[in-house]
């Protein structure tokens, strides 16, 4: 599975972004998708999962800002991240695995997208 990330960008705080992890290769609907995030001098950080069902998980911090979902028909995941914070500046991955409780485990990985969130 090829994964590549897009949609990233820069956003004043407040302010939206939707990011897209489109995906090449294997069935896209076999894999639960996650989305990843580094910031500069920090480890990277689980954000959001969706599986094979459609289930949702998310990270306390982006809880009720950001939403996954994903399009099994464009074998793409999207995050749509609302109500964006200066700690929400980083780069952000997406990832796939047949096993959703070993998304930080991910055989497959996209390239990353930056997000920079300003004051």
């Known amino acids: 599975v090829q994964l590549q990330a897009s949609g990233g960008g820069l956003v004043q705080a407040g302010g939206s972004l939707k990011l897209s992890c489109g995906a090449s290769?294997?069935?896209?609907?076999?894999?639960?998708m996650g989305w990843f995030r580094q910031a500069p001098g920090k480890e990277r950080e689980f954000v959001s999962l969706?599986?094979?069902?459609?289930?949702?998980r998310y990270a306390d911090s982006v809880k009720g800002r950001f939403t996954i979902s994903r399009d099994n028909a464009k074998n793409t995941v999207y995050l749509q991240m609302n109500s964006l914070k200066p700690e929400d500046t980083a780069v952000y991955y997406c990832?796939?695995?047949?096993?959703?409780?070993?998304?930080?485990?991910?055989?497959?990985w996209g390239q990353g997208t930056q997000v920079t969130v300003s004051s």
């Open positions: 990832a796939a695995s047949m096993f959703s409780d070993q998304m930080h485990r991910a055989p497959y």
């Open positions: 290769g294997r069935s896209f609907s076999s894999y639960s």
């Open positions: 969706i599986n094979l069902s459609g289930v949702t």
